[in-house]
């Protein structure tokens, strides 16, 4: 660990001094870990409690349809099926093969004709791994820890496919805005982000974060009461 990041404290739970480096990103998401890789001082707790939520995150995407055309990705696949494997995953197994469904699309004349298998997705963990990325990007970005009076809220484009009618336009133009510079790619294309501070807010911020080319989250650090606020809809 260098010496900038043994001076400051975790940048999750603020533990002084950190033990290891957590990379932002999550490492496991390449198959070919860069040399650009960002990292942030991390005690060994918060980086050992992210580690399940990491893998969910990496499967959740591997077996996306269409990931799999991504060169990094088809690197990262057999990595994902075999950590099903794992006597030690059998509760992720199990709940990846529960949570899956028939797809059968509507042009499809026969039972059994061109059925896909679709799994459903538990966007509350792909946030939170996401959070954490924000996090790290906050204090790579800012050189400090979020304060505590502030929060993050991070959300998945997926998730957010059938908003509000009244809601989608003023979010379509914020993401417009949010992503009209240029963004800063960590690997082959495997993570791209734009990160903003808000000009009359000086620890606020936002993140418009890409994986893979294909998956996008928002990700929005404010006081926790505007982001309770915000959540509510008042």
């Known amino acids: 660990m260098s010496r900038r990041l043994r001076d400051q404290p975790c940048t999750y739970c603020g533990a002084d001094p950190p033990s290891e480096r957590d990379h932002i990103p999550p490492a496991n998401l390449f198959g070919n870990p860069p040399s650009n890789l960002i990292t942030v001082p991390a005690c060994s707790t918060c980086n050992r409690q992210a580690s399940q939520d990491d893998e969910y995150f990496r499967n959740m995407l591997a077996f996306r349809e269409g990931f799999d055309q991504h060169p990094e990705m088809q690197v990262v696949l057999p990595a994902a099926h075999r950590s099903l494997l794992r006597p030690e995953a059998a509760g992720m197994a199990r709940a990846f093969v529960e ?5 059968k ?8 004709e061109g059925l896909k298998l679709g799994y459903k997705v538990d966007l509350a963990r792909l946030d939170r791994v996401v959070t954490r990325v924000m996090k790290g990007l906050y204090f790579r970005h800012l050189g400090r820890r979020i304060p505590s009076e502030y929060g993050v809220r991070s959300f998945c484009g997926s998730g957010l496919q059938h908003v509000d009618s009244t809601l989608g336009p003023d979010l379509a133009r914020f993401v417009t805005t949010l992503t009209a510079g ?10 791209s982000y734009w990160f903003h501070t808000v000009p ?3 620890n606020a911020a936002a993140a418009f974060f890409m994986f893979y080319e294909r998956e996008w989250f928002l990700s929005l650090v404010a006081r926790d009461g505007d982001l309770e606020t915000r959540e509510s809809g008042e």
């Open 105 to 112: 699309p509507v042009d499809s004349m026969a039972d059994s």
């Open 99 to 103: 949570s899956a469904f028939a797809i």
């Open 200 to 202: 009359d807010e000086a």
């Open 182 to 191: 240029p963004s800063t790619t960590v690997g082959q294309d495997v993570f």
